[in-house]
């Protein structure tokens, strides 16, 4: 293989659900190089580095980095500009 | 309204036990697991896996789950297929070493995104390269079980008919299943009697087994990174809208 192959954003659910209460790969996310704005399951995700590291499916620019190490967790988002999070909706007491 | 999904835990780690083991092909097995508070899960979703070795090394590899959940008399059970890996650090384990009775922890449902719900109403086309026919199957089977009369096609590529996961499942519910049509691919050695020649997939099986733009299918396609997408470009270029292509690809770890 050439170049190296990447995987879905889908997989970013496990890793994210520990940091996260909601799956963040059903949310909608903005690329901040180019604007570009869908779904986060639709990340070019690299696991080839000592971490996570999901690449816009337009532009290939990085969106979202995230490390784990045994004792703690570092997670990069300046690549996103909003993400937008399906929730329950909201009912009046 | 809010889409139902089944109550999610916390991504916590369970610990399952392997039930059962059955051989689907030279190079990829079904594994089922026991894993007693197992909150339910949804067609197309996968789970985490990891391992612990005994220097406390750990290695965590993603399987998508291959059906409904069914009841034992332990407590739920889910079924995930695995395909070896050559030189992988968890496939070739959990064919060759895992042993039933031992455990395993499991992290999931998870991921809501490449998911199919009963309640759609939508034509389904599924596009399976190898081992990517795992969370599709999940699809067919779920469909069934919920008595839907959505129509499917599943168009499904492998290197040889021997490596057909499910082969005897699928040719009974290609039959039983109303509204269920399956098609293969062989990229390396068809079958006696299969008219043309091994090749890739292309754009005439994709436009002469799945759905016109027009009917607005949902379209999933699962296997690896290359595979995922010639099979999504195709699709994109003959019509169909890139959000209703869902995709799901697998890497060269295992």
Redesign the interface.
């Known amino acids: 293989m050439t170049e190296l192959s990447y995987l879905d954003g889908n997989m970013l659910d496990g890793p994210l659900r520990e940091l996260f209460a909601v799956d963040l790969s059903t949310a909608t996310g903005r690329c901040d190089h180019c604007g570009t704005v869908g779904p986060m399951a639709g990340l070019q995700v690299y696991a080839h580095a000592p971490g996570l590291v999901g690449r816009c499916p337009t532009c290939v620019e990085v969106m979202l980095r995230l490390v784990r190490a045994p004792d703690r967790a570092w997670l990069d988002l300046r690549g996103t500009t909003f993400l937008q999070v399906p929730m329950p909706v909201q009912t009046p007491r | ?3 139902q999904t089944p109550a ?1 835990a ?2 916590r780690w369970r610990v399952g036990r392997l039930v059962e083991r059955r051989v689907e092909t030279p190079n990829a097995q079904t594994l089922v697991l026991e894993l007693p508070d197992w909150p339910g899960h949804l067609p197309g979703q ?3 896996v990891r391992l612990t070795a005994p220097d406390g090394y750990q290695a ?1 590899r ?1 399987y998508s789950v291959a059906g409904p959940a069914v009841d034992g008399p332990g407590g739920p059970r889910i079924e995930l297929t695995v395909q070896r890996v050559p030189d992988g650090e968890v496939s070739p384990y959990l064919i060759d070493v895992y042993r039933e009775g031992d455990p395993v922890e499991v ?2 449902p ?5 998911v199919w719900r009963p309640q759609e109403t939508a034509p389904v086309l599924l596009v399976a390269g190898g081992s990517g026919v795992v969370p599709l199957m999940a699809m067919i089977r779920a469909r069934r079980a919920a008595g839907s009369r959505v129509p499917f096609r599943l168009l499904y590529s492998v290197r040889t008919p021997a490596d057909v996961i499910y082969a005897d499942e699928l040719r009974r519910r290609a039959r039983d299943d109303l509204g269920l049509d399956v098609a293969y691919v062989y990229t390396r050695e068809a079958p006696d009697g299969w008219r043309g020649e091994p090749h890739r997939i292309g754009l005439a099986d994709v436009n002469n087994h799945g759905w016109p733009p027009d009917l607005e299918p949902l379209c999933y396609v699962c296997g ?3 595979f995922v997408e010639t099979a999504a470009d195709l699709l994109v270029g003959l019509g169909h809208q890139t ?1 209703r292509v ?8 295992g």
Do not use: Q, Y
């Not at chain 2, 998870?110 to 490449?114: A, H, R, V």
């Not at chain 2, 869902?246 to 770890?253: L, S």
């Open positions: 309204m809010v889409a999610r916390p991504a996968h789970v985490d965590a993603s992290r999931g998870l991921g809501g995104w490449f690896p990174t290359g959000r869902k995709t799901e690809r697998f890497g060269p770890t």
